[in-house]
């Protein structure tokens, strides 16, 4: 049998990690019969709360889940790790500065890189969920110089999926119908869902939708905004599925994306599409024994251009700020 995956997830205590981790325990990543070694990272006032929902995993008896450890130091939690899921980020208080917010994130992203650069395993695969999702992947990628930066990427998994079940009621298919989705760019509001290379039931998505205006004034910002929609309905940000597209991207990343389609993930550019190099933005990414591989090749018209240049003239903003904080 083979040795448990071990598997880091920070911000196990909040309200992701208290669905990522039952999920994660009960096979969703690898299935049934790979087990897993669950090493949970908190800071230290949430670290009685996180025993609690340690004491539910335990009451779980998930055949599959090999251990947990929790603790406060990243150098203990990650040590050996195959697979580090950072979702704990501080959120954006009231009144709080953008450069306040990179800077408290940058202080988190950037320990967390040099841990994971010192005591990772050699085969460390990297999925930053926390906000801002690219620019901290970007921030622990920069700090972290003998893990290859291949290694590392943020979540758009979720705008994927959200993209994929608004064209699905859109159109009347079932989501199973719905292929070569992208996500272009940055995970917030100035993200490109591009559905002019997705397609329905092999058909070319924006023909079969047929309405550029819906595409433009509704499905864009639809799938842009829906973070915020989620907030104002439920009273707290989107966790389950969250947890969920985590899930789906770890999975895809390591097992290989479903073959004749591809899936979307932030990684670092090499200059694709004329987005900057060093960049973390999303691209349409196909995935095979834990490699991706940006689809080459694709036509861009000038509406898609215009999305997503401006989408990554925002990550550059980012990255210069973070540059301007010295984090990088
Ligand atoms: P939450 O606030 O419920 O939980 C975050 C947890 O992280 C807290 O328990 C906190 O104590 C912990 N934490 C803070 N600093 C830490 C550190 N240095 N080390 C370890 N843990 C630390 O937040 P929630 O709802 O679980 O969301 C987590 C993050 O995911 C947020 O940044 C949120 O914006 C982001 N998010 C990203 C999505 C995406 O699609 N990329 C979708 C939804 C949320």
């Given at each position: 049998p083979e040795a448990p995956l071990k598997v880091a997830v920070t911000g196990a205590a909040g309200q992701i990690g208290y669905s990522l981790l039952f999920r994660l325990a009960s096979g969703?990543?690898?299935?049934?019969d790979r087990p897993i070694e669950l090493r949970l990272l908190e800071i230290e006032p949430a670290l009685k709360a996180l025993e609690g929902v340690v004491m539910e995993l335990d009451d779980c008896a998930f055949p599959g889940l090999a251990g947990v450890q929790i603790g406060s130091d990243p150098r203990k939690i990650f040590d050996g790790v195959n697979l580090a899921l950072l979702v704990g980020a501080r959120p954006r208080g009231p009144g709080m500065e953008r450069s306040e917010l990179l800077s408290a994130n940058g202080a988190i992203f950037t320990e967390q890189g040099k841990a994971l650069n010192d005591v990772?395993?050699?085969?460390v695969r990297i999925g930053v969920t926390g906000n801002p999702a690219n620019t901290n992947a970007l921030i622990a990628l920069s700090n972290a110089p003998d893990i290859p930066k291949e290694r590392f990427s943020a979540l758009t998994r979720l705008d994927h999926n959200r993209a994929i079940s608004q064209l699905a009621q859109k159109t009347g298919a079932p989501v199973t119908d719905i292929t070569h989705m992208t996500i272009w760019g940055n995970h917030s509001a100035t993200q490109y869902p591009d559905l002019f290379h997705a397609e329905v039931g092999g058909r070319n998505a924006a023909e079969v939708v047929d309405d550029q205006d819906w595409i433009e004034n509704t499905f864009i910002p639809t799938v842009a905004k829906r973070g915020a929609a989620i907030i104002d309905a439920?009273?707290?940000?989107?966790a389950a599925s969250a947890a969920n597209a985590t899930i789906d991207a770890a999975r895809d990343w390591l097992l290989g994306s479903a073959e004749g389609d591809w899936v979307s993930m932030a990684v670092v550019s090499d200059g694709s599409y004329g987005v900057p190099e060093g960049l973390v933005s999303s691209f349409p990414v196909t995935t095979k024994h834990g490699e991706w591989t940006i689809v080459s090749g694709l036509e861009i018209d000038d509406f898609s251009r215009g999305r997503i240049d401006a989408s990554t003239a925002e990550l550059a903003e980012e990255r210069d700020a973070v540059v301007e904080l010295g984090l990088i």
């Open positions: 969703s990543l690898l299935g049934a990772a395993a050699d085969d439920r009273g707290s940000s989107s």
